[in-house]
C-alpha cells in the first residue's frame, strides 16, 4: 500500500495548475505602460479582426498586446495564465475559425527546436486603448 501512495500523489500533483496570475516584474510594467499608457480604455471586444492581430506584443504569461497602430493597441488578458509565454522563444500558434482572434480561441506554444506543443491557453475579451485625440 505505502508503494502506491507516492505515485498516486505524484498523478495528483500533475493535475494541479496555477490559475493565479503572478505579478507584473518591473520590465513587464514598463512595455505595458509604454504601450498603453496615456490611452483611454474602450469596451471590451468579444473579437478582432486577424489584420489587426499581426504586431502582438507578449506582456506577461497571461497579458498579450496587439498593436495595431501607435494609437490604437487592444490588451487581452488570457482566462488563465499560460506557463511560458512571457519567455518569448515558443513560437505561438492560434487556434481560430475565421478570420477573426475571438474570446475563448485556443492558442498554443510551441517550442522553436524540437516543435513539441507546451501551454495551450484561452483568449480573454479585447479590450481596446485608443490615444486620445488632440484639439487643434
Known sequence: MAGLVL???VVAACGQVERTPAPLTEKQSAVLMKEIGGKVAGKPLT???D???ANMI???DNILLYRVSGRLVYKNVLRSPCPG???DSDIVVSEQFGSQKCRGDIIRLVDR???MTGGICSLGEFVPYRAQKTAG
Request: aromatic share 6%.
Open 58 to 60: 507578449r506582456v506577461s
Open 7 to 9: 505515485p498516486l500523489t
Open 113 to 115: 527546436t524540437s516543435g
Open 47 to 49: 473579437c478582432i479582426s
Open 85 to 87: 509565454l512571457a519567455r
Open 51 to 53: 489584420f489587426n492581430t
